[in-house]
């Protein structure tokens, strides 16, 4: 995951926070057809086995997609958000995911709300899918938070 968050303060009150990431997972490129292993194990269609241990998987994730290096680009899920905050108390979030369409195909906005009450957060979701029938369609998500070291700090 790679990413970068700009925060400005507009005055005690309120904020914003502007983020964008990009990621990729470190793991090996399924293959089309795992029936295809040769003696050495080499996938005949392109590839390498996916049988490997952690750290060979997350090396081998930057250059085993069949389909070289444009492939390896399709990986890369984005997402932007912009969030407002009102007395670092009560948020208003939008963004949006992308993920290429030979690779999942996922492509959503997004428009959440949270509130923070001392040691307690509580976040919703919802996600707006960008094609209709979609399996994401009206989900809703939430998070509840537990700030251990504010807890520790109001004795």
């Known amino acids: 995951m790679l990413g970068t968050s ?29 029936t295809e292993y040769g003696d050495d194990d080499v996938i005949w269609s392109g590839g390498v086995n996916s049988d ?17 290096f444009k492939e390896e680009l399709q990986e890369i899920t ?25 690779k999942g195909n996922r492509k959503y906005f997004t ?6 009450m001392n040691v307690f957060s509580l ?3 919802y996600l707006l899918p960008t094609q209709r029938n979609h399996p994401l369609e009206n989900t809703l998500r939430f998070t509840l938070s537990f700030d251990v070291d504010a807890f520790g700090r109001q004795r």
């Open 52 to 68: 490997i241990g952690p750290i060979e998987g997350m090396i081998v994730s930057f250059y085993d997609a069949p389909g070289g």
């Open 78 to 102: 984005l997402a932007l958000g912009v969030e407002y905050w009102y007395n670092k108390q009560f948020a208003i979030r939008g963004g949006y995911f992308y993920e290429h369409e030979n």
């Open 123 to 125: 976040d919703f979701s």
């Open 6 to 34: 700009y925060t400005t303060n507009l005055d005690d009150y309120n904020s914003f926070n502007f983020s964008f990431e990009a990621n990729k997972l470190l793991v090996p490129t399924p293959p089309a057809d795992s």
């Open 111 to 116: 428009a959440g709300a949270g509130l923070k």
